[in-house]
């Protein structure tokens, strides 16, 4: 029996397609340092897990399809303290950022229409799209260049009567590129121009280096009905698991849109939500010590690339990913030969392939993203395996 056509597109991913050489090293006796998957290793503010064990209600209810209220005054709050000021209507709680990301695009767009977004880009992005109806087009941005966004005329040359809207990372997954205030006030620009929305995957905010401030799409002017915010609990607060995301957006009509797929899907669920209201009142503290600790492995992983021959990148400005151009030909390839036939004392690094990450074919194809997740001594370890891989493989 033949399965839909959707199913059929549907990529699968290309961070995991690796995983099952990982086990079978695994197997072997052979330590795996992961810097393949953005799982932080940051505990969680223990004001989540109190919560929950606060939690006497005799029957585990519905939630609204909207949200628990007090969860979404909990994101209200917290949005103010960015300067950033929404109503209660104007946020709906969901499955992650994934399901916020998914609902937007089914909202905007309809089958053949097309998303332009900034590449290398967070790969579930294809999947979202294709599970929308919707298609990623990429916008090429380079590794010599930061991964900043390309002129204003060249984003414009890419827009088509079925192009629905622009969606960035910021900071950037996989580059971890910050963009600036003068790039977001363009593409504002460009979605009054041509009458499109502005997608903002706004999840790794907190994640900021070297003193450079976060901007967000809310904080430009006159834009405000065309703004889509995606956001989620997993990576602020090391809550990858609880599942638990926002779409927020002042364009009324949008909204209760979006509101139709929530109560299709009844509800996002109820305990976890009852955690993630907590977080609010997470010390300053809790993300000064987080931030200071990514940005140390920032600087292990950034100086170690830039001290292997031949290796292209810019030092990363937020989030926890960079992603490196490498002296071999296919990344893919050695991501896998480092699993399958290289170890340092028994123990290997594992990588994402790049290529992945971009709708261009051929794009990425000698690069990779690494995630510096690790704590720092595994990180230093892991680094050198990966340039003592590089010299190997291209010995063979």
Not at 8 to 18: E, G, Q, T, V, Y
Not at 79 to 87: E, V
């Amino acid at each position: 029996m033949n399965l839909s056509k959707r199913a059929d597109l549907m990529p699968a991913s290309p961070i995991r397609k690796l995983v099952p050489f990982a086990q079978e090293a695994k197997k072997r006796g052979v330590k795996v340092y992961h810097l393949n998957i953005g799982q932080p290793d940051i505990k969680t503010p223990e004001l989540f897990f109190q919560a929950i064990k606060n939690f006497d209600a005799p029957v585990l209810e519905y939630a609204l399809s909207q949200g628990n209220l007090d969860l979404i005054d909990s994101f209200r709050k917290y949005y103010k303290k960015w300067n950033i000021d929404f109503a209660q209507d104007e946020i709906i709680i969901t499955n992650g950022g994934s399901e916020a990301i998914i609902m937007s695009m089914m909202a905007i767009g309809d089958p053949g229409d097309e998303v332009l977004v900034p590449e290398p880009f967070y790969a579930n992005y294809n999947g979202f799209a294709c599970e929308a109806g919707m298609e990623v087009k990429p916008i090429t941005t380079k590794a010599e260049e930061g991964f900043h966004l390309p002129s204003k005329a060249y984003i414009k040359s890419l827009i088509k009567p079925n192009t629905r809207a622009i969606m960035i990372s910021n900071p950037g997954n996989p580059t971890g590129a910050v963009y600036t205030k003068e790039e977001l006030v363009m593409l504002g620009e460009i979605a009054l121009e041509h009458d499109i929305f502005l997608i903002g995957d706004e999840v790794y905010r907190e994640f900021i280096y070297d003193g450079l401030k976060f901007t967000s799409l809310m904080d430009i002017a006159g834009i405000e009905d065309r703004v889509i915010i995606c956001d989620s609990i997993s990576k602020r607060y090391s809550a990858c698991g609880a599942r638990i995301g926002c779409v927020c957006s002042k364009n009324k009509n949008f909204m209760k849109t979006i509101m139709k797929f929530a109560q299709a899907r009844l509800c996002a669920p109820t305990i976890e939500m009852i955690g993630a209201t907590a977080l609010v009142d997470t010390a300053k503290e809790y993300f000064a010590e987080v931030n200071l600790e990514y940005q140390k492995r920032r600087n292990i992983v950034y100086d170690a690339l830039k001290n292997i021959p031949g290796v292209v990148c810019e030092k990363p400005m937020g989030a926890f990913y960079v992603v490196a151009k490498l002296p071999i030909d296919n990344a893919e390839d050695f991501a896998k030969w480092m699993l399958t036939d290289f170890n340092v004392n028994n123990a290997t690094t594992m990588v994402a392939p790049a290529e992945g990450f971009y709708a261009t074919p051929g794009l990425g194809k000698d690069e990779v993203r690494l995630a510096y997740i690790l704590k720092e001594e595994d990180l230093k370890v892991a680094m050198d395996i990966l340039a003592k891989g590089i010299e190997a493989y291209n010995k063979r």
